[in-house]
């Protein structure tokens, strides 16, 4: 991984094209989204998208400028990440999930929706299409990982909240982190980007994995009517997501040669492809 002030370097830190951001009022406070819309009479259905935790909607940015070219398009962050309020007290899934369906309460889309989830957010978006089922279309889950019952009650023991110190070794913990599972080749620019927003998080930045090993995939996914198109990227996650689709009564998958850490801004094209030939059909 090497560093640079090239233009591609550059690029990485300016607006993404179309792209506003803007505040809107959630259950325990304000929420940040990234949003992208098109001539009203779009005849596509609009696309949300919930991005991974810890991290932000700017891990999504680059999708809403793809896919909002051709349908309203939008990513918000999930309360307690990015520049959205945090909530009270340690939440489950589905109190993400109702911060989520505020925001688009707010944006005022005509159903039906299609959904997009990033990790820790194809659990949210899972949630919000089962808390308002005739609201949403098509789901797209990039990773749906399956874990045993002693993986699950292991990773809710794994996390907790940060040490923080004045010497800032936990930021050298997070940055050797996030780098061993980056891609090469890696632009640094793009890089210190996610690693900021995983940052803003603070100390609480646990309490969205904690609420992700709280739900069971193989009990939800059963359940789920909507079509459902699973991405598995080539990391631990999208491991453990190759049956996932298959749990799903209208599943299907899609094996990616990529890992998921800035798959969105590296591959844009590539993975907008696959989801208007999923979302479009």
Known sequence: ?????????????????????????????????????LDPTATLAPLYGVHQSPSSSVALAALVAEMGNDRPCAAGDTPGFGESDPPAEMPSIDDYAAAHLSILDALAWEAPIDLFGFFTGSKIVLAMARAQPERFRRLVLMGAPLYSDDELESERTTYRPDDYDWDGAHLMKWWQHLKAGAPEPHSLSL?????????????????????????DLRDWLPQVAHP?????????????????????????SLELP????????????????????????
């Open 191 to 215: 890089f210190a980007r996610h690693f900021a927003e995983i940052q803003r998080a603070g100390p609480d930045s646990w309490w969205g994995h904690r609420a992700a090993f709280d739900v």
């Open 228 to 252: 459902v198109f699973v991405l598995c990227t080539d990391d631990p996650q999208g491991a453990k997501s190759t049956g996932a689709a298959d749990l799903a009564p209208n599943g299907q």
């Open 258 to 281: 990529y890992p998921g850490q800035a798959l969105l801004d590296l591959h844009t094209d590539e993975v907008c492809s696959h989801l208007r030939a999923f979302l479009d059909a």
């Open 1 to 37: 991984m090497t560093g640079g002030t090239d233009d591609l370097e550059r690029a990485y830190w300016q607006p993404y094209p179309g792209v506003r951001r803007t505040f809107v009022d959630g259950p325990e406070g304000q929420l940040h989204v990234r949003v992208k819309t």
